[in-house]
């Protein structure tokens, strides 16, 4: 593989996983390639030069191919892991996380607080329901997420949802329909994944405000 050469990937065709070998859609995988110094780097962007070498954003699958020589077998050459690759994998796919809300709430597309999120949900308007993983399972309860699939996010702590909103931890936050929505969902998908949860239930009763 060339570690210098660059190649146009875009979402749309699948890519094989080096672990399990299936073939699945990019937007559900992690895309790694050789750094400088011959060592796998993750690129949760799919913006850094070189051949991609594609893992299926899945725990299991993401420590088997680290534990294995998954990623010399696809590169065709020694390629080093890293110790705490799986660690930084989900550092930089929880920074994109909390990014692309941030950036959301900006543009005024997301909100935080109960009362607000409540009311969000109440109206349909919003998308998608975020609450912090260990957050109050009984507060989160009253909370249900909007209609549709994949529209529950329960894989940040609430520091991690803090840092998305400017404060020091969230534990309930809901984005509203925007451009930024169908990225936060994907990033969602992928993070839920490698940490194996997705910190709560997918749906959820009505009720009463938190105490």
């Known amino acids: 593989m060339s570690r210098g050469g660059q190649e146009k990937e875009q979402n749309g065709p699948e890519r094989r996983c080096i672990a399990t070998g299936e073939l699945r859609d990019p937007a559900l995988m992690i895309r790694f390639v050789v750094g400088p110094e011959g060592q796998a780097v993750p690129d949760v962007r799919n913006k850094l030069p070189g051949r991609g070498i594609w893992v299926s954003a899945d725990k299991d699958a993401l420590e088997k191919a680290i534990k294995t020589k998954a990623f010399s077998r696809s590169a065709k050459e020694q390629v080093t892991v890293p110790d705490g690759l799986f660690e930084q994998t989900d550092k930089l796919l929880a920074r994109r996380l909390v990014d692309l809300i941030s950036l959301a709430r900006k543009a005024g597309q997301a909100v935080t607080g109960y009362e607000k999120v409540k009311s969000l949900l109440e109206n349909e308007r919003a998308t998608l329901l975020v609450q912090a993983s260990d957050g109050s399972e009984r507060g989160k309860s009253k909370l249900h997420s909007p209609p549709g699939k994949d529209v529950f996010?329960?894989?940040?702590?609430?520091?991690?949802?803090?840092?998305?909103?400017?404060?020091?931890?969230?534990?309930?936050?809901?984005?509203?329909?925007?451009?930024?929505?169908?990225?936060?969902?994907?990033?969602?998908?992928?993070?839920?994944?490698v940490r194996g949860h997705s910190g709560g239930k997918k749906s959820r009763p009505k009720g009463k405000d938190d105490a």
Do not use: M, N, P
Not at 157 to 175: D, K
């Open 153 to 193: 996010i329960g894989c940040l702590t609430s520091q991690e949802l803090g840092l998305a909103f400017g404060r020091e931890s969230v534990i309930h936050g809901a984005l509203t329909a925007g451009g930024l929505s169908r990225q936060i969902k994907a990033e969602g998908i992928r993070l839920k994944g």
